[in-house]
């Protein structure tokens, strides 16, 4: 009898991965450190702030082509306002997506909200009152101005930053996403730089903002592409995930050149704007990623360079309008 018995080996205990944020794995490890100084500037997405500068760039240009003297004040302000509203709306994806659950699945850089490193409340108490001091300096410039409708065209930027991932039914997970990006960070953002500063919008401002608005798209596309299998599964119909990998590599690709063929373009009447092709040396390597990346963090690096070209590209249209 003793010697038939035999121990039995326990099986070994499975290791299991979380999906996506590491913070909110479920396993009992301790609580996660509470957010440091880092960790919310981290927050602020600060990648992402060229596109807040890229159009009031170019917007500045465009309205140095109607009027030689430059506007520093009134541009300094809608810089202001756009800086403001890119964090303010970072802060605020981060707290409603975070309360959604969806940042559980997300891949990139850890969020406040999603690893439990900040209340819900503190962050969406910081995004407010980063909306509320592009509202501040959106009023001074309306006052200065004296074009009280401007009110009524800065409320509607503040409720598209939250409704973008925001509310009900937020349009960041219904693929109009790049819709808005376009709209407000692209037309919106570079027409209303240039009618801020000279009361009329010419033609260069629209050509230029339809490009500042389709890198932004970019940025976002890239973004997007990492995260397809999280917000598929997360429930989050980004236009990624509706059109897929490949779809989303091509749509990226169109969005890029057709911003290169409108510097091309605007090079016959500005031959400084050539220049903008320079722009390829942050750009090309993007591309390069998006195409054959093998891991979806590598997609953070072309995200980051897509950012940075967009500023090169704007800082060199702004160039070949003020020349």
């Given at each position: ?40 500037i981290a ?10 500068i ?45 309360i ?32 509320a ?17 401007l ?13 973008y ?13 790049e ?10 953002a ?22 500042a ?18 917000d ?31 510097a091309c373009?605007?090079?016959?009447f ?16 993007a ?30 249209l ?6």
């Amino acid at each position: 009898m003793a010697g038939n018995t035999k121990k039995r080996r326990s099986a070994p205990a499975r290791k299991t991965h979380p999906r996506g944020n590491p913070q909110r794995s479920g396993s009992p490890v301790t609580a996660p450190r509470r957010a440091g100084v880092r960790d919310w500037i981290a927050a602020a997405r600060l990648r992402t702030l060229p596109l807040a500068i890229a159009p009031v760039l170019i917007g500045t240009g465009a309205a140095h082509v109607i009027d030689p003297n430059l506007h520093w004040v009134l541009a300094l302000g809608c810089l202001a306002v756009a800086v403001f509203l890119q964090i303010g709306v970072n802060y605020a994806n981060d707290y409603s997506d975070g309360i959604r659950g969806t940042d559980d699945y997300r891949v990139g850089p850890g969020r406040l909200t999603g690893s439990r490193k900040a209340a819900p409340k503190a962050v969406l108490a910081v995004a407010l009152a980063f909306f509320a001091l592009a509202g501040i300096v959106g009023v001074v410039l309306t006052v200065r101005t004296q074009h009280w409708w401007l009110l009524i065209v800065g409320a509607v930027c503040v409720a598209a930053a939250w409704f973008y991932t925001g509310g009900k039914r937020p349009y960041g997970y219904n693929a109009l996403g790049e819709v808005f990006v376009f709209v407000f960070f692209g037309l919106v953002a570079t027409a209303g730089t240039t009618f801020i500063q000279v009361g009329v919008v010419p033609q260069e401002a629209w050509f230029g903002g339809v490009a500042a608005g389709l890198l932004a798209c970019a940025v976002l596309l890239a973004n997007n592409l990492r995260d397809i299998p999280q917000d598929r599964e997360a429930g989050k119909r980004t236009l990624s995930v509706l059109i897929g990998a490949r779809g989303t590599q091509a749509l990226y690709t169109v969005f890029v050149v057709v911003a290169l063929l409108i510097a091309c373009f605007l090079g016959f009447f500005y031959p400084i704007a050539w220049l903008a092709l320079m722009s390829l040396l942050l750009l090309g390597p993007a591309l390069l990623i998006v195409w054959m990346y093998g891991k979806p963090q590598e997609l953070v690096i072309a995200l980051s360079l897509t950012s940075l070209g967009a500023l090169a590209y704007s800082a060199l249209l702004f160039w070949a309008f003020s020349a």
